[in-house]
């Protein structure tokens, strides 16, 4: 092991106690040193990089940064909207980093975070991030730290939650399942009738068992010394490998891509009357489902118990991160505060936001969803989502390994099992892909 190495390794050791935010170790630096403090009276401008929806029916993110440029104007914001897919904002941003080009302000998921820090594309903004850390959920702060050091604020949270069609729950006389007993039999039930209360989603595999696995108990990435220790296949995972190839061999849920257009058109048809998703989708669902007979039907529950209580996992969720090229990264952090914390516009795009603070449910939101408070009910979600699962630099590169496992295993080529398999060699090749020293 190189010097270099030596000394990345110590500093992961002492970043892991705070937060497990490891491999904060890069060439590029990240001390934020480079910052150049506003002179007074001079005009600071930031640009800010996004992928939210900014549907006809939202506030328009635009919208918004104008309502704080008219209140700023000395410090002026521009926001762009990313037209494209999530991972290709990332290859984005990281190009234009290196070329000096890119935006103070950038969407980050939180499953990137420790990556983007690793590779240098991000700033330690911990100085100026703790002036706001009030203003948010503490779970929802942390995950904008990398070690001890914090990238940005965090904007929204996404555990997972069960969707349910109550009026054909009625019809067939199943009862919301509590436990994953219950739920296989009323799956079982519901087949019989040619509905199907859950989806088994190859294209979603890494959330999507990963934040099950969560809920079940399971940690998947902790430290052993000053090395990397990856455990994806513990009790958890068994018990949700279990699960899910219990109901594929009796053929009691679907196999669909959750973006596929067939899952939008099993919802509508009132084939598929469950769902097993983030927070984030119940603006998604009630969109997809407009105009139908579905409109008033549906509800929003807790995950069933995976055996260790109400708990949920996490499905995804981001923050604003302020990218190694921000100049002004005081005035930055002014900004983000300030616009994660408007939480009517931010949950009207279909978010739950990490800021503290009471959330009205959109009226669409809660006619759609049987009349319920559904913000109550992802928060509460949110409340219960696991405080111990965290993220390794490069967990993206586990996706496309989950994914081609779960492809196999939703057509009865694999087991559900090696989904879980597949992603503890997935984590530990990343992580030796970044030079991150693993425990073996």
Known sequence: MSKSMRTCSGLIAMAAVAALGLGACSS??????????????????INYMHRLPDGDDMTKVNDVVKKWNDAHPDIRVKAEKW?????EMIKKLETDVKADNAPCLAQVGYSET?????????????????????????????????G??????????GPLVYYYNADEFKKLGIEVPTTLDEFKEAAKKAAEQDK????????????????????????????????????????????????????????????MNRWDDSFKNSLTSN???????????????????????NEGNWMVTQLPDYGEGVMSGPDGGSGIGVTKNCDHPAEAMEFA??????????????????????????EGLSKFFSGQDVYAILSTANEVMSKDFAYIPG?????????????????????VADIFTAAQDASVKALKNLQLPVAE
């Not at 001890?148 to 949270?157: A, H, I, N, R, S």
């Open 148 to 157: 001890d050091k914090v990238v940005g604020l965090p904007q929204d949270t």
């Open 337 to 362: 505060a300030w616009f994660n914390t408007q939480i009517e516009p931010l949950v009207s795009q279909g978010l739950v936001v990490a800021a503290t603070g009471d959330v009205k449910t959109p």
């Open 83 to 87: 037209q494209g897919q999530a991972t």
């Open 395 to 415: 967990f993206s590169a586990v996706g496309p390994e989950m994914i081609t496992a779960a492809d196999a295993a939703g057509k009865g080529e694999k087991k």
């Open 271 to 293: 084939k598929l009357i469950g769902t097993i998703g983030a927070a984030w989708e119940a603006a998604l669902l009630a969109g997809d489902m407009e105009g139908t007979d």
């Open 28 to 45: 590029g630096g990240n001390s934020g040193d480079e910052a150049k403090p506003a002179k007074s009276g001079e005009k600071v401008e």
């Open 196 to 255: 199907y209360i859950a989806a088994f989603e190859p294209d979603e595999a890494l959330n999507f068992f990963a934040g099950q696995a969560a809920a079940a108990g399971d940690t998947w990435y902790s430290v052993d010394g000053d090395k990397w220790k990856v455990d994806t296949t513990g009790e958890g995972a068994k018990t949700v490998a279990d699960f899910w190839q219990s109901m594929l061999d009796d053929k009691s849920v679907l196999v």
């Open 114 to 146: 420790p990556e983007l820090y690793t590779k240098g594309l991000l700033k330690d903004v911990t100085e100026e991030a703790n002036k706001y850390k009030d203003k948010f959920a503490e779970g929802a702060f942390n995950m904008m730290k990398v």
